[in-house]
């Protein structure tokens, strides 16, 4: 993960307050009667009281994923033609306080974030997104200051990982919209993406860049010969 969107890990954590962790919380978050801060601290306080479960639950779904998912395998490989290699034992599990699922840093590989996988196939689509960065790391020499490069980047790892194909579009995150769908996916996930960077401005900053780098980047799909899923 670049250190401009790298995802805060926790060390174990000291006793949570499970005062906030109970049913009457969980559904007054259902209802949306609970206030911001009551839905942050149910949630936190769940994450540290299943910490040990999530990791362990994510860190089955990698191995898995190293041995059997046809992209992960064919990235790792194709990682390691350009002299790079990730694999299990530098895709680490932890649990983060930020809310993105992962990250990726040129020294030390792969984070997940145990605590934000919903399945085997999120961690796929995570895994694969991070490591269609890696590869344009290696491929490409990626500036990691260049918010141009890091849009174009963007752009292929929502395009190429998966993670916005129409079923992952449809029935996880309610975008219903058929037309352009994989489009809108990748300007969507990449726009939110660059606005958590230092340097980008908003969410039109943002936008902007993508779109000044989408017409090369989309349709760039190395290393696979077309749009993977």
């Given at each position: 993960?670049?250190?401009e ?21 969980f559904f ?13 601290q149910?949630l936190?306080?769940?994450d ?10 994510v ?15 064919f ?11 990730i ?13 993105q ?5 040129k ?22 997104h ?5 590869y ?8 990691r ?7 174009c ?27 352009s769908q ?8 990449a ?31 190395r ?7």
């Amino acid at each position: 993960m670049e250190p401009e969107q790298q995802p805060r890990i926790t060390a174990p954590s000291t006793e949570p307050d499970q005062s906030f962790y109970t049913w009457r919380s969980f559904f007054s978050i259902l209802s949306g009667q609970a206030t911001p801060e009551e839905r942050r601290q149910y949630l936190l306080t769940r994450d540290i009281l299943n910490e040990e479960r999530d990791i362990k639950r994510v860190e089955e779904h990698r191995d898995f994923l190293f041995q059997y998912s046809p992209i992960v395998r064919f990235m790792r490989e194709e990682i390691q033609k350009l002299g790079g290699d990730i694999n299990p034992s530098n895709v680490r599990c932890r649990r983060c306080t930020t809310p993105q699922g992962g990250g990726i840093d040129k020294d030390y590989g792969i984070l997940l974030c145990a605590n934000h996988m919903r399945n085997r196939g999120h961690v796929e689509d995570t895994i694969a997104h991070e490591m269609v960065h890696a590869y344009d790391y290696l491929r490409f020499k990626v500036d990691r200051w260049n918010l141009r490069h890091q849009a174009c980047t963007e752009i292929r790892a929502s395009t190429l990982s998966g993670e916005c194909r129409f079923t992952r579009e449809f029935f996880t995150r309610n975008q219903w919209s058929i037309t352009s769908q994989l489009q809108e996916c990748v300007r969507r996930r990449a726009t939110l993406s660059l606005m958590a960077r230092p340097g980008v401005k908003d969410d039109v900053h943002a936008a902007r860049l993508v779109n000044e780098v989408w017409d090369n980047c989309f349709v760039d799909t190395r290393p696979f010969d077309e749009i993977y899923k």
